[in-house]
């Protein structure tokens, strides 16, 4: 178990354009977390999934962002029309339970 | 809503230094309370954790315990080492939830010199 990858670590793209990010999750986690980190500050909920079903979506979830997880295994977020407020490390993480979160290394986002 | 609130940061300390983060926290019903360490270039690592009130978690030397009375979890080391420079997030979840959703403190980062 090579714990949870999240594909690219860094992209930089220019304002407007879409971007998508990859999570593998730990692969008998049922549980699959985005979170948003901005400079100086902790994590932020974006949103959660249980196997496919996505059950909850954070206010800082606009409708330029969307998020999926086909089958419950790996998941995808994308952003449409990327905004420079967007800049951020976007973090994936995965679970069994409440307590056992394993974290990805993240995927840093810069618009210019 | 649910809240956690870290001491500002940056601290810096030398080698076996004794290190104490505070963090208080507000939250409804009865939340688990978490430190996570992210160290450079790394995601987030969880580094101990106290599911109820008087729960003390520890985890290689560091210490919190979970305070109701004055909703607290301050974490603790008593010999800091140049290894555990890092930041380090105090998080909840479990208040008013039902799937473990982590709210953060906007996280301090420790410096330890030689």
């Known amino acids: 178990d090579t714990g949870v990858s999240q594909d690219p670590r860094h992209k930089i793209t220019k304002r407007g354009q879409n971007v998508t990010f990859r999570c593998d999750p730990i692969s008998e986690h049922n549980r699959l977390y985005w979170y948003r980190q901005t400079l100086g500050q902790g994590p932020e909920f974006l949103t959660y999934f249980q196997n496919e079903a996505q059950l909850e979506k954070s206010r800082l979830l606009s409708d330029r962002f969307s998020a999926e997880r086909p089958k419950g295994s790996f998941s995808t977020l994308e952003i449409q029309r990327t905004e420079q407020g967007d800049s951020a490390m976007y973090l994936c993480?995965?679970?069994?339970?409440?307590?056992?979160?394993?974290f990805g290394s993240g995927t840093r986002l810069t618009v210019v | 809503g649910n809240s956690v609130t870290q001491m500002e940061g940056p601290v810096t300390l030398s080698e076996e230094a004794f290190l104490t983060i505070n963090c208080t926290y507000t939250?409804?019903?009865?939340?688990?309370l978490f430190w996570y360490v992210q160290y450079p270039g790394e995601g987030l690592q969880l580094l101990l954790k106290?599911?109820?009130?008087?729960d003390k978690g520890s985890n290689k030397g560091f210490e919190a315990t979970y305070r109701k009375e004055t909703t607290s979890f301050h974490l603790e080391k008593g010999s800091v080492q140049v290894s555990d420079s890092a930041v380090y997030f105090c998080?909840?979840?479990?208040?008013?939830?039902?799937?473990?959703?982590?709210?953060f403190g906007q996280g301090t980062i420790l410096t330890v010199h030689p």
């Open positions: 106290a599911t109820k009130a008087d």
């Open positions: 998080a909840l979840s479990g208040a008013g939830t039902s799937y473990g959703k982590l709210t």
């Open positions: 939250a409804t019903g009865y939340p688990s």
């Open positions: 993480a995965s679970s069994l339970d409440d307590y056992g979160y394993t």
